[in-house]
């Protein structure tokens, strides 16, 4: 019954950074676990990053460690992710999601309740 809206990609420079924002409308997502995924045309949707609704424990995929930050605010069912150092290789579609099943983070079937997505194209 939630439904959740992704905003904030464009076109951006390598080297450059970008804020995506899902923000959750009906009932709120304060005590969900949330997820950021990216799939690029042809390929598998790919894990990006997560953030526990306990503590607000973030994961990240290892191609973004260092350059992504995960990060919710509950007053505004809003989550983000900040992208900074932008690499070609991180053009893709960018889906949030709610964490629904399973233990592990980097799953894309323990998901559901996907946004739309929002695109991001880093050009060199």
């Known amino acids: 019954q939630v439904q959740l809206v992704e905003s904030g990609g464009g076109v951006v420079q390598a080297g450059g950074s970008l804020r995506l924002s899902c923000a959750a409308s009906g009932r709120t997502f304060s005590s969900y676990d949330m997820g950021w995924f990216r799939q690029a045309p042809g390929k598998e949707r790919e894990f990006v990053a997560a953030?526990?609704?306990?503590?607000?424990?973030?994961y990240y995929a290892n191609s973004v460690k260092g350059r992504f930050t995960i990060s919710r605010d509950n007053a505004k069912n809003t989550v983000y992710l900040q992208m900074n150092s932008l690499l070609p290789e991180d053009t893709a579609v960018y889906y949030c999601?709610?964490?629904?099943?399973?233990?592990?983070?980097?799953?894309?079937?323990?998901?559901?309740?996907w946004g739309q997505g929002t695109q991001v194209t880093v050009s060199s």
């Open positions: 999601a709610r964490k629904m099943y399973g233990s592990m983070w980097y799953t894309p079937t323990n998901y559901g309740n």
């Open positions: 953030i526990s609704w306990s503590r607000s424990n973030t």
